[in-house]
């Protein structure tokens, strides 16, 4: 039999119309666009012919270009080869995967680490995993994107407490009549820089039966003796606290892992579909993190340079009027200005002058807090940062 396509009615518009979305995005000035890297050297990039100095990067250690890193992954390629050919639960966990847990539960002093491929997929797997209909997540106002879509993918009622409020979560837990309660929070906050009252909320996760899923991206390395990250800064240590961190920021590669007690990680291992329906993280990326984890240890150095450079900051910026850094100790240094346009310009004075310093815009932050997010690292010499202090004083 012969199907002919009826024609489409003339008058009925598409609901396909990206170029009118596309030209919405522009109207709100939220179109995003990407540089081109041609080279990077630490916080040195060359884009366009041009050389920038870069307070753009989440490499606050300066490792991703550290001459070690770059020998483990020639090694851990040579060794394995480039793929790890499944899920780690069929044939895709290698030796350099299993020591790499290991290593990370050492670090981070707790009892067993599991190790993901990307820090997006393993909070969007966890918090399903840990909670379902009938449950409840608590989680904080400025929480990443992927803390929030684990809890819609959950099907867990969603409770959003006020950013870092831990007084408004204590009463959404009396309150709560749900079966189990997860406190989801960023520890060192993404775009702001500031850190989760975490003995709070680990307080409150013991006085009502929940359990609390700290994601750690921008505080591991950073925080904490050795660079173990916020629960180590904070002594935290409980049966029901599972920590996150991710391994493509200060550890200057790529991955993710969540550590906690032996049975909660088995668990995890069991029910985390972002884990078991993907192919594991190449075992050359495993053994390169292998050295990373051991400079984080080593090189205290980088983290007493950083919090230099963080003081430095905070006492010599003079800003035009009406912009304001934001409260925040960590290399995450936001630069408050209000409106997308404002935050764009600037960030536009600053590029011309040869410095790389992104502006953030909703919806990844909240409408009217557009800012430039100053990420320091490591890697910046304090001149460095001088340059960025001279700019900043004059444009206006
Ligand atoms: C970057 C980031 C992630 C995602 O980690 P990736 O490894 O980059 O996928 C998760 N949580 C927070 C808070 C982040 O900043």
């Known amino acids: 039999m012969v199907t002919v396509n009826p024609a489409p009615a003339a008058a009925t518009p598409s ?66 080869g480039a793929g790890a050919t499944a899920s780690p639960l ?64 959950s099907r867990a009622e969603l409770q959003v407490y006020g950013h870092c409020d831990a007084a408004d979560l204590a009463r959404r837990l ?53 660079g173990a990250g916020s629960a180590a800064e904070f002594d935290l240590r409980s049966p029901r606290l599972l920590y996150m961190a991710t391994l493509g920021k200060a550890a200057g590669v790529a991955g993710a892992f969540v550590a906690g007690s032996e ?19 190449p075992p050359l990326v495993a053994h390169t993190l292998r050295t990373s984890l051991r400079l984080i240890a080593e090189e205290q150095w980088r983290r007493d340079h950083l919090r230099e450079l963080v003081r430095l900051l905070r006492q010599q910026a003079r800003l035009p009027a009406g912009w304001r850094l934001g409260e925040s100790t960590t290399p995450v240094q936001p630069l408050l200005i209000g409106g997308n346009e404002a935050a764009l310009s600037a960030m536009q004075q600053l590029w011309e002058r040869g410095l790389w310093v992104p502006a953030i815009r909703p919806p990844t932050v909240p409408a009217g807090s557009a800012r430039l997010r100053l990420s320091l690292s490591a890697a910046h010499t304090v001149q460095d940062l ?4 001279q700019a900043l004083a004059h444009i206006a």
């Open 386 to 389: 001088q340059r960025l202090l």
């Open 174 to 226: 009396a309150a709560s009549s749900a079966r189990r309660k997860l406190i989801v929070s960023d520890a060192v906050f993404s775009m702001d820089g500031d850190i989760a009252p975490l003995r709070e909320l680990l307080r409150l996760a013991e006085r009502h039966d929940a359990m609390l899923l700290i994601d750690d991206a921008h505080g591991f390395g950073v925080l904490g003796p050795g």
């Open 90 to 153: 069929v044939c895709g966990h290698s030796l350099a995967h299993e020591q790499l847990e290991q290593d990370l539960a050492r670090l981070v002093g707790m009892p067993r680490a599991l190790y993901f491929y990307a820090g997006f997929p393993a909070n969007t797997g966890l918090v399903p995993a840990l909670a379902g209909r009938g449950d409840a997540v608590f989680s904080d106002a400025l929480n990443h994107a992927c803390l929030i879509d684990g809890a819609r993918l």
């Open 263 to 281: 049975d909660a990680i088995e668990y995890l291992m069991q029910r985390t579909r972002s884990y078991i329906f993907a192919t594991a993280a």
């Open 15 to 80: 609901a396909w119309d990206f170029a009118s979305e596309l030209r919405a995005i522009d109207d709100a000035q939220l179109r995003r666009t990407r540089r081109v890297i041609e080279s990077y050297d630490g916080v040195r990039l060359r884009v366009g012919g041009r050389d920038m100095l870069g307070f753009c990067s989440n490499d606050y250690l300066g490792l991703a270009q550290h001459p070690a890193l770059a020998e483990a992954a020639r090694e851990g390629a040579q060794r394995w």
